[in-house]
């Protein structure tokens, strides 16, 4: 068991214009009623009757005298007495205050096995720029690093209200936790408080971890011309690539570790593609990206119309699946890619990412 140390939100005077840049999804954002999995059910939070110490803001506001637990027995925490609060299936909860000014999320991953420091640093990074990417005049106002954890501190406005906000990420095991606090700049003061107890309350049992929690978040994307979605995990960072291959834009999400990752080359010619020069672009960009003694185990034709290839590069230690078609002027190539030795960790997922694939 962990328990987060406390923390309170920091006012400042003054705001500078600046968007997060990134592929962040309304879905996600920090409405209670918003959701990470729009497929999930959400279900109103009955608390237990399982008691922790309880705390109080300077304004009254206190939490409950029950704990939650999520339905995974993963976490628990005192959730804010009167809030309005609902679960996304066994591994978040999210609440809202009764006047709508301040919101908390808290959620668990599991990460297959225990993160880095560098690993757990980049997936902060790309929870925060998708969690935000939506607002205006986002300023993160400092981050902190301690061993096995990442705290970012910021404000934000979205629509005509400014917004201040804590999120903390907290290594314990295989599994991430993700609490965010934040509420309207005007009773920050007010809540401070409330977050400090609530983080105070906060305890993990990373031991109750299952398959299941491997990476359950998740947004879609879309390829670029809009040729086909896909969903891809919000804590896998985005990248894009224009140089590598000639008239090829490439797209891809990463895994923290950097041992998996998605990624979707687009080439353009000013003509038709032909069914040659199809075969041939395909295998140009694919030594291009992965190595000219590539090796392809298996080809096959999917009942869609696109070819798969299943491959291994000896001197890259990688092996992949590209998907690949075209469309008037366009090929396309769909591909996941993981290191060998993360395969029992990642192809699930990965291949939960390729059977995603919708087209346009």
């Not at 996304?88 to 880095?116: H, K, M, W």
Request: aromatic share 12%; hydrophobic share 35%.
């Amino acid at each position: 068991m962990k328990k987060l140390p406390a923390l309170y939100l920091i006012l400042l005077p003054f705001l500078l214009s600046m968007i997060v840049s990134g592929c962040g999804a309304a879905d996600d954002r920090l409405i209670p009623t918003q959701t990470a999995q729009t497929a999930a059910s959400i279900s109103a939070v009955t608390p237990t009757s399982r008691s922790t110490p309880t705390g109080e803001s300077d304004n009254s506001i206190k939490v409950s005298d029950q704990a939650y637990i999520s339905p995974s027995e993963i976490f628990q925490i005192n959730l804010p007495a009167g809030w309005n609060c609902s679960e996304t299936g066994s591994f978040q909860v999210n609440c809202e205050s009764p006047a709508s000014d301040a919101v908390l999320q808290a959620r668990i991953t599991s990460t297959g096995y225990e993160l880095t420091d560098e690993s757990l640093s980049a997936f902060a990074q790309a929870e925060l720029v998708h969690r935000y990417g939506f607002v205006k005049e986002y300023l993160e106002l400092d981050q902190e690093k301690p061993a096995g954890r990442v705290v970012s501190r910021a404000t934000w406005r979205e629509n005509d209200d400014y917004w201040e906000s804590v999120d903390d990420f907290i290594r314990e095991g295989r599994g991430v936790f993700h609490l965010t606090f934040a509420s309207k700049q005007a009773q920050s003061e007010s809540y401070a408080g409330l977050y400090n107890a609530i983080s105070e309350s906060v305890e993990m049992y990373p031991e109750r971890i299952t398959p299941e929690a491997f990476y359950p978040f998740k947004r879609t994307v879309s390829s670029r011309e809009a040729l086909f979605e896909i969903e891809v995990p919000t804590s896998w960072g985005r990248y894009i690539d224009t140089a590598a291959v000639e008239k090829t834009v490439v797209e891809g999400y990463v895994s923290p570790d950097k041992r998996a990752s998605v990624q979707i080359a687009i080439y353009q010619q000013g003509t038709f593609l032909r069914q040659d020069a199809k075969a041939n672009n395909t295998r140009e960009i694919m030594f291009a990206l992965y190595g000219y003694d590539l090796k392809n185990s298996d080809d096959r034709v999917l009942p869609d119309g696109r070819e798969r290839l299943t491959w291994y590069a000896t001197g890259k230690d990688i092996s992949g699946i590209t998907d690949f078609d075209t469309y008037v002027n366009t090929l396309y190539l769909f591909t996941i890619v993981w290191e060998p030795s993360s395969e029992i960790f990642y192809l699930p997922i990965l291949t939960d990412i390729q059977e995603s694939f919708t087209r346009k």
